[in-house]
């Protein structure tokens, strides 16, 4: 993961789930600043997480308790506060999160985070080859068309 990221696997009962990551809050989201400017009057994009990645899978055809998703999140987000402020030194005002379409964020939104808005779907990927300035290594970029995502937000406290 490029940026700051804390990934934690995701056991239980000594059996492994799949994993969840916090890292760097994306520069340019729609809706997410209007938001946090609503909440904190001080705050900088260090002090949010980005749920970046999120996959468990069940064992045995099922999940260990109910809820079980909503556990794991619920966990995350009181563990990544503390592990991010130990290792970043900055203390962590919300959480953000890009959800693809056809998904609904369904787990987001049980959970009371906020849609705040939609990207537009494009991203921009290195390839390989000379870029137009000085700079001698591989610098060149392409827009890449993928799906919108949905913004999810949530504050803290």
């Not at 137009?132 to 995502?149: A, E, F, I, Q, Y």
Request: a positive charge.
């Amino acid at each position: 993961f490029v940026g700051r990221s804390i990934p934690y696997k995701v056991y239980f009962d000594s059996i492994y789930y799949g994993g969840i990551v916090g890292g760097s809050a994306t520069k340019f989201l729609p809706g997410r600043n209007e938001y946090f400017d609503s909440m904190y009057s001080n705050w900088y994009l260090e002090n949010i997480v980005n749920n970046i990645f999120f996959h468990i899978e069940p064992k045995f055809g099922k999940y260990p308790i109910h809820n079980f998703s909503q556990q794991v999140l619920k966990l995350f987000k009181k563990r990544v506060r503390e592990d991010w402020s130990n290792k970043y030194g900055n203390e962590v005002l919300g959480f953000e999160s890009l959800v693809e379409l056809p998904r609904t964020g369904e787990l987001y939104k049980r959970d009371r985070w906020i849609n705040v808005g939609i990207t537009k779907g494009f991203t921009c990927k290195r390839t390989g080859g000379i870029g137009t300035d000085s700079w001698s290594g591989k610098r060149v970029w392409d827009t890449v068309n993928l799906r919108p995502k949905l913004v999810f937000v949530k504050h803290c406290y």
